[in-house]
Structures are given as C-alpha cells and as structure tokens.
C-alpha cells in the first residue's frame, strides 16, 4: 500500500467551478503538508505548504487538513483555464531526513 | 534566475548504452535530489543528497548512480539503459529549515527514451 493516495483524475470542469483535490495518507509521522502545481512538460512548483489541522487560504486557493482522518484537500474557487495543470500532494515528517512523499498526481482540466 | 538547471533536455539510448543526467542549482540550497516521473506512478523518488558528502537511496535506486559533485552539483548516471528506465527525470533542490524540507525547486526535467 502506498503511503500515499492521490485521486488520479483526469477532472473535467467549466470555467469559475469550485475544485476539489485530495490525497488520503497512512503515516501518521507525516506533519507537513504541501500542493505542488505542474505544468505540462515543466517540473513541480510549491503552490500551498501547512502544518497544522484546519483552513488555510491564499487568494483562490484552500488547503485543508484533517490529520484524525489523515486527509487533505485543495479546494480551488472561481477556477480558470490558467489552473489547468496535475496537481501533486507532497508530505514530510518534518525531520529533514527523509526526502517528501509524493502523491501520484491529479489531472485538471478547466473548460473556457 | 537560473534555479535548477538540468541537462539535457531530452535524450535517446540504446539498451546497454551509458550515460550521465546533468544537475546544477545556484541557491545555495544544501539538500538535492533525483526523481523519475512515470505516468499514473506519480514522483519517485531514485537518490538523494542531504548534504555535500552524503548520498543515500530512495524508493527505486537499482539501475542507477549518482555523484554530488560539490554544493551545487548533482549527477546521475545510468551504468546499462534499459527500457524500464524511460522516464521524465527531475532534479531537485531544498534548503533544510527547523522543521525539515518543504519547499523543493525543481528542474524543468529530462525526457529519457531508452530503445
């Protein structure tokens, strides 16, 4: 089983849908939490890290983090064609001596 | 604003050729690492380097080795291609915060075909 499971997608929606991205993990040592955003044939870029359970926003963009049911989400209001992009879950155990666990990555895709 | 710098960009070899992946990074930053990217399998992650000196394996390291060079420098290097080896490979680099890594810049990638 891997430590962690992202939805695969593709995900299909108009233009100014609210988007949800989740990611289920089974490591309780993990305590960081972060949303990378990918481009087609570019690499990975950091969009949202957190730490603690609950909210946290930035601009359209939510991170939400449930770590007694081990869950976490990126909610994206008002989306635009622009986010269209695979969107990776990333966690660390906060340590610095393991590299991040990535998920395998959901492919959005937002319909002008 | 160079960042992470990978070379090449793209890359053919025949089974059993040898060849070198290409890392540089200008932000000082201390960790780095390679990753292979496969479709549905998500970031994998082949090497890493905490720091300069020190080289430890990840989740699929067989067929693979890698050097760190100096600070900035981190190669890969496939001994004997094989097929199962064609991939996106991806550079990476972090600086070690109190609460460990987080925030990885990465390469634009190198698309390797192996025939």
């Known amino acids: 089983q891997k430590e962690v499971e992202q939805d695969p997608g593709p995900l299909s929606v108009p233009e100014g849908a609210i988007v949800s991205l989740n990611c289920t993990y089974s490591n309780s040592a993990f305590q960081y939490f972060m949303w990378y955003r990918q481009y087609s044939r570019k690499g990975p870029e950091l969009l949202m890290y957190t730490y603690s359970s609950g909210n946290k926003e930035d601009g359209r963009f939510t991170a939400q983090v449930d770590k007694s049911s081990k869950y976490i989400s990126l909610f994206i209001r008002d989306s635009q064609p622009s986010d269209s992009a695979t969107y990776l879950c990333?966690?660390?155990?906060?340590?610095?001596?393991?590299?991040?666990?990535f998920g395998s990555g959901t492919r959005l895709q937002v319909q002008p | 604003n160079a960042g992470v710098t990978q070379t090449p960009k793209f890359q053919v070899l025949k089974t059993g050729q040898s060849m070198t992946l290409q890392c540089a990074q200008d932000m000082n930053h201390n960790s780095m690492y390679w990753y292979r990217q496969d479709p549905g399998m998500g970031l994998r992650l082949i090497y890493y380097s905490a720091s300069e000196g020190t080289t430890d394996k990840g989740e699929v390291p067989n067929g693979y080795n890698v050097s760190r060079l100096n600070k900035r420098e981190f190669s890969l290097r496939l001994e004997s291609a094989a097929p199962s080896q064609t991939s996106v490979y991806f550079c990476?680099?972090?600086?070690?915060?109190?609460?460990?890594?987080?925030?990885?810049?990465f390469g634009s990638g190198t698309r390797l075909t192996v025939v």
């Open positions: 990476a680099s972090s600086e070690l915060t109190s609460w460990g890594n987080y925030g990885y810049t």
């Open positions: 990333a966690m660390s155990d906060g340590t610095g001596r393991r590299a991040l666990t």
